[in-house]
């Protein structure tokens, strides 16, 4: 019975001598992404955001940092697309987020009137290669 005891009371010795740290150099950013997005998982106005689509930068977002009411990531995404439109997988990728937190962040700031988002053409949409080869063969007959 005494063994058992001093087993207990060195574990719980060594439990206090020994601060327990749960994160590291890999543990990944310490705001967790449903902080980033305030819980939400798509933007008030719910816009439609494919991992393609491109981000672009408004005029009015020269500089994303003078507004007080945008979070570190806002900047970061819309710093990031000044110097060349990005998409959605991109961003998520470069800013090591999850596409979903990137998607409401964005969706943020496309109310916001700081960046704007093209949307990739349907193949539905997308002209017929066959009509265009029998074009360029025409013009070529001619």
Known sequence: MSDASGR???????????PHHWFDDDAGPV???YAMTRGR???????RLDLIAVVVPEPAADD?????TLSPEHVEIVERCSDLPRSIAELASGLDLPVGVVRV??????????????R???????????????????????
């Open 120 to 142: 990739p053409v349907p193949p539905a949409e997308l002209p017929d290669v066959s009509i265009l080869r029998e074009v360029i063969n025409g013009l070529r007959a001619l």
């Open 31 to 33: 705001v967790r992404p």
């Open 105 to 118: 962040l964005v969706g943020d700031l496309v109310d916001d009137e700081l960046v704007h988002v093209t």
């Open 64 to 68: 994303p940092g003078r507004d007080q």
């Open 41 to 47: 998982t798509s933007s008030a106005t719910r816009h």
């Open 8 to 18: 207990q009371s060195r574990h719980r010795r060594r439990d206090h001598q020994e």
